[in-house]
């Protein structure tokens, strides 16, 4: 049963806003909230007319005083294209609520994702490590015997070992805490969806910073399957020595089992290699493209400068960046930050962010806006309001080539 998914996890005690293109139900919840009235069909569902504005996605949010999953239904995947059916679409919303799980059982089960926006630089022998350790986990997950998914996981663990000695800890912890963070919730969302262990295991083309983050909630969740079969009692213990990572328990497991670690064939290796080279210099291509397409937008083009002021990033999507020379940060799909001159929210709208060592943002440019934005003299206040891009900023100074606009904050 669906209690059975973790110790402690109860999902009809945590609150969940449903937004199903018409209405915003919630459940779980013990009170009525204000706006919401009691649903015709079910006395303890409450109801709002329309999208309430607490629901942008699948998520969780504070609602007064209580940690809320969020969903916003859908019949596929946007990013993958995979078509989502009731069950799907309840395993999605387990997955957010047992985050809420981790934030009030498990604190410390949280990463730092502002470290993707400094990760070191994507080389060849890297991408290759990582793709060598993911085929060896994959490879782990699948076997039938106990033997074979020992030997298998001996390597994934030896080449992770390896790449992780490659960066700074700080890096190598992160990859560890995203594992308990998504990772966890991703198996625990594939065991209520009941997919197969390799589902959606290609989120992205696994080049970093985004891969890095791919990796987390596919190997968290392999790592997880693999102990269900070889310490069926490990979430009990994970329970009560929550400080452990998941591959300290499968590392003292697999110590345990005589079984020699695997390898791949020369031919393996040899084909793992030549696709990983090919995508690596793929990937610069398509980076380099992209950013001079993204400098060449037609349209008005707007540089905010606060040095002295820096914006707090709010928002951002960890898989849908770039990282780019002298430390700017491109964002495809999603960018929110502000601070106290005003606030900048970006969607489906593509931007560049420079920032400073404590992740406070120091420059933006956006480029290719299709209105010139609104520049309120006495006021000294810039606003920008067009499809995606929302901006109402105080500035101090501003200057004007055509259409290229410098704000100074």
């Keep these: 049963s669906i209690d059975e998914l973790w110790p402690g996890f109860r999902v009809d005690e945590i609150p969940v806003l449903v937004y199903d293109s018409l209405n915003t139900y919630i459940f779980n919840s013990g009170s009525m909230p204000d706006d919401f009235e009691p649903s015709s069909r079910n006395q303890d569902v409450f109801v709002y ?198 591959e300290d328990i499968l590392q003292a497991v697999a110590d345990e089992s005589p079984s020699s670690e695997s390898a791949f064939e020369d031919s393996e290796l040899d084909a793992i290699k030549e696709l990983a080279e090919n995508d690596f210099k793929e990937w610069k291509k398509r980076k380099k493209s992209e950013i001079e397409g993204f400098y060449d937008l037609p349209g008005f083009s707007i540089e905010l400068r606060s040095s002295d002021e820096p914006f707090v990033i709010r928002l951002f999507e960890p898989l849908e960046i770039e990282l780019l020379d002298g430390g700017g940060v491109y964002h495809r799909l999603i960018f929110m930050a502000g601070n106290e001159s005003g606030n900048l929210r970006i969607r489906n709208h593509p931007c560049i962010a420079w920032f400073n060592n404590a992740y406070r943002i120091t420059k933006i440019m956006v480029n290719g806006l299709q209105q010139e934005p609104e520049v309120n003299e006495n006021e000294r206040k810039l606003t920008i309001q067009e499809d995606g891009v929302s901006i109402e900023l105080k500035y101090s100074g501003i200057k004007r080539d055509k259409n290229r606009f410098v704000i100074d904050l």
């Design 49 to 246: 007319r329309g999208q309430y504005p607490l629901v942008r996605g699948n998520s969780i949010v504070r609602m007064g005083d209580e940690w809320t999953a969020t969903s916003v239904l859908s019949s596929f995947s946007r990013r993958t294209g995979e078509k989502y059916d009731l069950k799907d679409m309840a395993g999605i919303i387990v997955h957010e609520q047992f985050h809420i799980f981790q934030r009030t059982k498990h604190p410390g089960w949280l990463q730092n994702d502002g470290l993707l926006l400094i990760y070191p630089e994507e080389t060849v022998e890297a991408l290759l490590l990582r793709r060598m350790e993911k085929e060896a986990f994959k490879r782990a997950v699948i076997s039938e015997s106990k033997e074979q998914i020992v030997a298998w996981a001996k390597l994934g663990m030896q080449l992770r070992k390896e790449r992780l000695g490659m960066v700074a800890h700080e890096f190598a912890n992160y990859e560890n805490e995203l594992q308990l963070s998504e990772g966890l919730s991703d198996y625990i969302e594939k065991r209520a969806r009941d997919q197969h262990p390799l589902a959606a295991m290609d989120i992205t083309n696994g080049i970093a910073p985004a891969g890095i983050r791919d990796l987390g909630y596919v190997e968290g969740r392999w790592m997880a399957m693999i102990l269900d079969r070889l310490k069926p009692d490990w979430k009990m213990y994970l329970e009560a020595n929550d400080s452990l990572y998941l």
